[in-house]
Every structure is written in C-alpha cells, then in structure tokens.
C-alpha cells in the first residue's frame, strides 16, 4: 500500500533508464555539431565501462564462488592459504583493469567536454541517451562488481587468517570501482539519475559502502 505515496520521479527512475524521461532540451545552447561530439564521447565512455564490467564481472563471480567453496567446508577442514592463493591473484587482475579503465575514461574526453555539461544537467536532471546508456553501465559495475567485493569483504570475517592476507587487496579494489564511478558521476551530473535507480532497486545500500553515502541521507531513516 505504499504504493500510494510514493514519488512519482522515483518510480519512473526505478523502472529502468528504458523508462527515464527523454532529455529536455530546455536551455540547450549547443549546435547540433556540439551534441554529436558530445553524444560520440558519452557513447565512447559507455563502452569502455561495458567492456571493463565484460572482464571484471566473471573475475567477481568466480571469487565469490572459491568464497562460497571454503565456506561450505566445515571449520576445520577450511584451507585459508589456499582460498588466499585462489582470490589474490582475480582480485589483482581485476583492480588493473579497473586502473586501466580509469586511464582510458580520462583520454577519452582529454577536452572536458562532458565534464562541462555536468552544472546544466545537475540542474534539469536529465541525462541524453548516450547518458542513459553510461548510467546503466555504471549501475552494472556498481552491483555486480561493487556489490559482491563488499559481499566479499564481510564473508572474510569468517576467515580470519585469509582476511590479513586479502583485506588490503579487496579495499584497493572497492577503491577502484569508488574512484571510477565518481569521477564519472561528478564529470556528467548524472547522480540523481543514477542515485534514482539504485535507491528504487535497493543497490543504495552498496553505493553507500562505495563511499557514496551522502547521497542517500535518508538511508539511515529506513527500517
């Protein structure tokens, strides 16, 4: 029933960005040359995060399924070095590419063209759709790789003697997705399009362990 009172932006966002309204093209002063430049990059960007979610998405899942191996073991058959030398290196593969996203998102808009845009949209909260498409990505690196490193990150309490030796591995990695997804979001002015969705799907919770907390200030108020 609480249904009735809900926030009818907040129910269009949560459906899905198929769903987003179109972008308003209210106060727009660019030429038609400047919008395709800038849809080109915005599309280029989307890219290069899908292609990074492509990589990093099967390293994630297959940490979580050598977690979820050890975790069916009984306590004293748990092999921690070996869960330390089967999640070690997919953690360190997995932050390069990030890294190397991050380098490849900087050179793929060296003008700051997008970056320019980011006032105009914080304020009409629109997004294009090669916007749209860069938010959905985003929101798949959030939750498939954010979402199950922090799932990763709790479980090592049951693993003591593995967590001193992959605690620093799996914070440099949340580090990466934190730091890409920021930049990103800061650069477009997409958070309220993007916050929107993760609030409506409850991926809230993972963007505030990203470090994104401040965003949701009505987190802490939910039971």
Known sequence: MSHLHQDPATSR??????????????????????????????????RLIEDANSRVV?????????????????????????L??????LLQQAEKIMNECQGMVKGADPDNKISNKAKRHQQAHTATPEEQRLAEALKVMIEEVGGTIE???????????????LVAGVGMLLAAVSNLVNNLLSGLGLNSLLTGILGATGL???????????????ANKKK
Do not use: C, Y
Request: charged share 40%; hydrophobic share 25%.
């Open 58 to 82: 099967p390293l994630t899942k297959m940490i979580r399924k050598h977690i979820e191996n050890m975790e069916a073991h009984p306590d004293n058959e748990r092999n921690e070095d070996k």
């Open 204 to 218: 809230d919770k993972i963007f505030i362990g990203l470090g994104f907390g401040h965003l949701f200030p009505n």
């Open 84 to 89: 330390v030398q089967q999640v070690r290196p």
């Open 151 to 165: 799932w990763a990150r709790d479980k090592l309490d049951s693993f003591p003697k593995a967590k001193r030796d």
């Open 13 to 46: 966002a949560g459906e899905g960005l198929e769903n987003a309204p179109p972008p308003s093209t209210t106060n727009d002063d660019r030429t038609d040359e400047e919008r395709k430049k800038e849809g080109n990059i915005a599309e280029r960007l989307s």
